[in-house]
């Protein structure tokens, strides 16, 4: 040391020292140099901190690797830093390798599965002699397997990622190793509380994973981010995230799987996250609504991880109760598809049907409800009515409540309004009568709903108002938005223009900040029809095409209808035939038989107007008559808002035909059976032509 120090002593130098993790014990002796020679400056390589004093750590990160899911044109994607890697290590192995239109998708998915790691991507790139990019994408779930065959001149430790991993995790003590590999457990990452309420028995392997609490596990994780092996991302102010990079947790999986603690690890991760989502459905209709849902939407990989756990095991009940517990989360936040597919698996399994009834119960209403919301109401009514039977049956009538709302909801999208009627009015009495504050309150919105279609705007309005007012008691936010939401559609059918615009204007934002698809849609949705009514038809198709590109991205089936149709009728305001006629036969081919009906009426009318603007007077009368008729066997006026519009399309088929020829049309339109009227509408609207007798049905 003394030989040393006195040589570099009165020198002004950069000293380089690589690969410093082999002697981090000598950590100390680069703190000597340092007070020994002021003018030596140290710049260490290490795959894991110094921890000395003076240190500055500089983490080196991966490579900026493609945003999954956002298509470039291979021009662009080759100016990727990993993709421009991949390429160019690719083209040192197979000559003429490049980025073309057939293989760009594949190479941008590959960077990104490897995170950007340098070596990964190398690796990966060395198997372009024998696999395409496609062909590697596809072996990724043997990701250790396949990156191997370093460069020769490199140390044994480099030719392969298992190895580079390895050589890390022989860097850290026993505990946590253990923990290491039991973080593997996590899909997608955890927060600190999530590792400690899982793997905090990694203390049996060695003391330092810890036996309670979250202090012992945050020494681990600590020593596993500073030796490289788990990434730390601050998420909020105070929570950071904790994860595996996809190769690490490769690795990690593989001394999971050795040690034998996968099966007693996934058993815990599985009962802590059931857990999770049952502390989270409770808490879904109150104040801290918002929390959970950001925390289920974050750990949702481990949710899904946590079902196929249960679904491996067979073990059904644990299945039936975690899925039941999150379908409302689902719902909310618009995983239909994914939501009905859990449910509907574990359902389906015999040992279903031996499970304790209120599992059950609850996983058969969340399949109902999830169906129903995409349209699917033969299901929806088939599970609606197993769940009252069983509901009833155990004396649950809060929950009973809600089912019979979502029955008149059914009845009412099927042009039922007095079933819908009767059914909401029932479940409102029942959810007084055990004073369950979230069951009145949705019993209110529901029959707001119906009672609003029906055109009673007075008794609409006062269920809403106490339906916020409950809401608001309950601190439950989305269901105060949609209340608010049902408010505005009252304000919409009466056509006041300015209070749609102030309560839409609110429930939008708010419908956002909760990522709520659904009432976020429909909130543009009236506010698309709010402008319209002032005269500033451009916005009112820029906020249409807002909420129209939303819902189908989500698998809101209703909304798309919806927003098809009132697409169609700002075209229509628009002078824009040729769009109106593409969007309103779009809407009635989503929309019919399935309905909502009530848009399905709307789009006739259109239909009905377009018609007539276009000479074809009669056509126009036999689709209005239809369009009244209907409405009066549901019960459903027309909303003041589309008063106008009718009523000028009438005038002008009036003009056309006279009198006489307008009251046969009427005759005839009257008794048009709603499929002979849809197929009439949507024939019109696939040609734009005049349509004669021999056309109609």
Known sequence: MATLTGYLRGRRLLLLIDNFEQVVEAAEVVVQLCAACSGVQVLVTSRMPLRVRGEQVYPVPPLVFPVPGVTLDPKALGHVPAVALFVQRAQARRLGFTLTEANAAAVAELCARLDGLPLAIELAAARVLVLGPAALLARMGEVLGVLTQGPRDLSARQRTIRDVIAWSYGLVSAGHQALFRQLAVFAGGCSLADAAAVCAPAAEHGGDAGAAG????????????????VQATEMAPAEVWFRQLDTVRAFAWEQLEASGEAAAIRQRHAAYYLS???????????????????????????????????????????????????WPFWQRHSHFSEGRQWLEDFLSLDAA??????????????????????????????LFEEGLALYDALGQHARLSGVLAHRAIMAR??????????????????????????????ALFRLGVITRERGDFSRARHLYQECVSRYR???????????????????????????????????????RELDNHWGAGFSLNNL???????GDLGRAEALAAQALALFPEHGIHGGVVELLVTSGQLACDLGDYGRARAVLGEGLTEGWPAGPHWLVLTALEETARIAAAGGDASTAALLLAAADAWRDRMGTPRPACRHASVASTRATVGRALGHDGLAVAQREGNSLAPENAVTLALRCLETGQNHGQATRP
Not at 214 to 229: I, N
Not at 415 to 427: M, N, Q, R
């Open 214 to 229: 979250t202090a012992p596990v945050l020494d681990g994780m600590s020593a596993l981010v500073e030796a490289s092996l």
């Open 473 to 511: 008691a309950l601190g439950d936010r989305a269901g105060e938005a949609f209340a608010l939401l049902g408010l505005g559609d009252i304000a919409r059918d009466e056509g006041d223009r300015e209070t749609v615009e102030g309560l839409c204007t609110g429930t939008l934002a708010l419908c």
């Open 276 to 326: 999770v989502a049952e502390q989270a459905s409770a808490a879904l209709a109150g104040p801290d609504q918002m929390t959970w849902l950001v925390r289920l939407e974050t750990g949702h990989d481990n949710l899904r991880a946590a079902l196929g756990w249960a679904r491996d095991q067979a073990d059904v009940t644990l299945g039936l109760r975690l899925a039941a517990a999150l």
């Open 413 to 442: 999208g099927q042009g039922l309004y007095d079933e819908a009627t009767a059914l909401a009015e029932k479940s409102l009495a029942v959810a007084r009568d055990v004073d369950d504050q979230a069951a009145i309150g949705y």
């Open 528 to 534: 698309a029809l709010a402008a319209a009514m002032g």
């Open 353 to 382: 049907r031996t499970a304790p009834s209120a599992v059950r119960v609850a996983a058969l209403t969340g399949a109902a409800w999830l169906a129903h919301d995409q349209d699917d109401f033969e299901l929806a009514d088939a």
